[in-house]
């Protein structure tokens, strides 16, 4: 069986500072939207070592080259790519497709 992404409208893409996140409702899910020079990221918001939602507001950055943000709590690190925390292994956050069509951020849920 195949399954295909539903997409949300979130915002448009120049609302949306390079190196940056913004925080929005997809599904009723809390998701962080990151942009990363010419590249789009989004996971949850939910910081699960602090128990906020509050990934949007982190620091972006890298590590050893995989686009991460830190937590603006604890600064534990997820990655961009994956979600999962750098910092405590056995801790994660799911990812979400993301994607800008006619200049609109959109987050497709799985």
């Not at 070592?49 to 690190?77: F, H, N, Q, T, W």
Request: glycine letters at 8%; hydrophobic letters at 45%; a negative charge.
């Amino acid at each position: 069986m195949t399954t295909t992404a539903m997409w949300t409208a979130v915002c448009p893409a120049v609302r949306v500072p390079e190196f940056s996140g913004v925080a929005a409702l997809v599904d009723g899910q809390q998701v962080a939207v990151f942009r990363v020079a010419d590249s789009w990221y989004a996971l949850s918001n939910w910081d699960p070592c602090s128990g906020a939602a509050v990934l949007s507001r982190g620091i972006v950055g890298d590590a050893a080259g995989e686009p991460v943000v830190a937590s603006p709590v604890y600064k534990e690190r997820f990655s961009l790519l994956t979600g999962q925390c750098l910092d405590a292994e056995e801790r994660s956050v799911p990812v979400y497709p993301v994607r800008v069509r006619d200049g609109v951020v959109e987050v497709g849920s799985p």
